[in-house]
């Protein structure tokens, strides 16, 4: 048996998942709304639920639905601008996983953090209170940064950062066991002997080689923000949760990462 497969045979264990899932998985190219891929991931948040795991959705796309809806065609690259898109983009978003979760007769609930509720001694144990909370409710909560006030997950999406490092610290806010991040590619890719690119499969440490690979100047070999992916998999590893980059555009990809499938990259945690 191969290594990463033995690895993987632990994901199902995983009690305490959270679901951080990119802008481009659940938006079209017009910042629409992608109701086929929210209703698909809804109802595989649903699934995992039903069968016992407390899930926490990380989403982006706020600032793409909010352009949609104000007719504006290219991203604003004023901070005010795009915290004017989030502010309207928000509410549609909520508006359609609060639809598509009653219809999995579920709840949802809105959490909206900023970079100094993780830094407040005071504000970080109520988000934290808060979320436990909603879980032990059998709620949903549904994360995103509060843009329309903190800028600061906005700008770093400018440069492709679209809420990773959000992710990251609510996992560490929550002491998830999983992290799945949700891409359109699928996984960490790296050069192939044969030509072109494959997968990898599993990282068991995150070194300076693994950034180097996708983040090598001009000869970069991932788009997307696979960097980002990856320092927010640092964080998180360094606080013992594993972490699962995979295609989040692919059927059944969140049922197939917690029954141990070979999906995605796997990153491992690290030691205590």
């Not at 690895?7 to 481009?24: D, M």
């Not at 549904?142 to 843009?147: A, F, K, S, V």
Request: hydrophobic content about 45%; aromatic content about 4%.
């Amino acid at each position: 048996m191969k290594i990463e497969h033995r690895y993987r045979e632990f994901l199902p264990e995983s009690r305490r998942v959270v679901v951080k899932i990119g802008t481009r998985v659940i938006a079209q190219s017009t910042g629409r709304p992608d109701l086929r891929q929210l209703r698909g991931l809804v109802a595989q948040v649903a699934e995992l639920r039903r069968s016992g795991y407390e899930v926490l959705v990380v989403t982006s796309g706020a600032v793409a639905a909010g352009m949609e809806s104000l007719g504006i065609r290219e991203r604003p690259k004023l901070v005010p601008d795009l915290q004017m898109c989030a502010a309207v983009g928000q509410a549609r978003m909520m508006g359609k996983y609060g639809e598509l979760f009653r219809h999995e007769k579920l709840q949802v609930g809105q959490v909206l953090l900023t970079h100094a509720d993780f830094l407040h001694r005071v504000r970080f144990a109520n988000a934290r209170r808060t979320l436990e909370h909603l879980l032990r409710a059998g709620v949903v909560p549904i994360i995103n940064e509060n843009d329309v006030v903190a800028d600061e997950e906005l700008k770093a999406d400018l440069s492709l950062g679209d809420n990773d490092y959000l992710a990251a610290l609510v996992v560490k806010l929550v002491r998830a066991d999983l992290l799945v991040i949700l891409s359109t590619v699928d996984g960490l890719l790296a050069p192939h002997a044969g030509g072109g690119l494959r997968r990898v499969r599993c990282v068991e440490k995150l070194g300076p080689d693994i950034f180097r690979l996708v983040n090598p100047g001009k000869n970069a070999l991932s788009k997307g923000g696979m960097d980002s992916k990856l320092r927010a998999a640092q964080i998180a590893t360094k606080a013992g949760c594993a972490v699962v980059v995979a295609n989040g555009r692919k059927r059944g990809v969140l049922t197939s990462v917690l029954a141990g499938a070979d999906t995605g990259t796997l990153i491992l945690s690290s030691p205590l």
